[in-house]
């Protein structure tokens, strides 16, 4: 395993539902990444938190609201999404963000979201 | 100027074949290039990267060749194994920013 936990695995939502994508790493990282997977795309980052900061909001709509509590957990809350919202949504630490904190991401295995 | 474009999109090679990914960027300013490995079901895994003062990083069966010049860099795996069998994405970033910019991937198919 990585270090980086996402629950849960699966999520199937109506558009007006609201619900939480959570995140946890047990790494002592301090930069904790949202990224959105989409078939033939690249990696879309969303947000960026270091030292429970967000430091990035890459233009990402209103409908997801990130929240960092601790260095250690990671949320994204969701809602009245849209079907083109369905996607993986994977959740990633580094040691820092910044210098050379890219150098490692370690990633979770993904929330696979399907919005109806 | 982020983007990084990446191809093939998918590949299909047999059992210790040799498979090529190629990246290409424009933005000059990237000086760090990993690659990131993802299983079905699994997040992306770092598996070999290289900054711009070599042309050639090996790591095991995975190697990395970069042409600075051309700006761009590829991954070459030797005697391909069905468990290498994976999408396989391309990124750069550089070392003073806090963004990795991700190729669209690769899907690599290696047959018995």
């Known amino acids: 395993e990585t270090g980086v936990t996402q629950t849960p695995r699966h999520l199937v939502m109506g558009m007006t539902n609201k619900k939480s994508l959570k995140c946890e790493q047990h790494?002592?990282?301090?930069?904790m990444y949202w990224y959105k997977q989409s078939a033939k795309k690249p990696l879309e980052l969303m947000f960026v938190y270091n030292f429970k900061e967000q430091t990035e909001n890459n233009s990402v709509p209103s409908r997801f609201s990130p929240e960092c509590p601790n260095s250690s957990h990671l949320f994204l809350h969701l809602h009245t999404l849209q079907p083109e919202d369905s996607a993986l949504y994977l959740c990633?630490?580094?040691?820092?963000?910044?210098?050379?904190?890219?150098?490692?991401?370690?990633f979770g295995s993904g929330t696979q979201l399907s919005v109806l | 100027q982020q983007q990084v474009k990446q191809s093939p999109q998918s590949l299909i090679v047999q059992k210790g074949g040799i498979p090529i990914i190629n990246c290409a960027y424009e933005?000059?300013?990237?000086?760090?290039f990993p690659w990131y490995q993802q299983f079905p079901g699994k997040g992306p895994a770092l598996l070999i990267a290289i900054r711009p003062d070599v042309s050639e990083k090996k790591e095991g069966r995975f190697t990395i060749s970069f042409n600075k010049s051309a700006k761009q860099f590829s991954l070459h795996i030797m005697d391909s194994q069905p468990g290498d069998s994976a999408t396989y994405f391309c990124a750069a970033s550089e070392s003073s920013g806090s963004r990795l910019t991700f190729g669209e991937g690769t899907q690599l198919t290696v047959n018995p």
């Open positions: 790494l002592g990282h301090n930069a």
């Open positions: 990633a630490s580094s040691q820092e963000q910044g210098f050379g904190a890219n150098e490692k991401l370690f």
């Open positions: 933005n000059t300013a990237f000086d760090y």
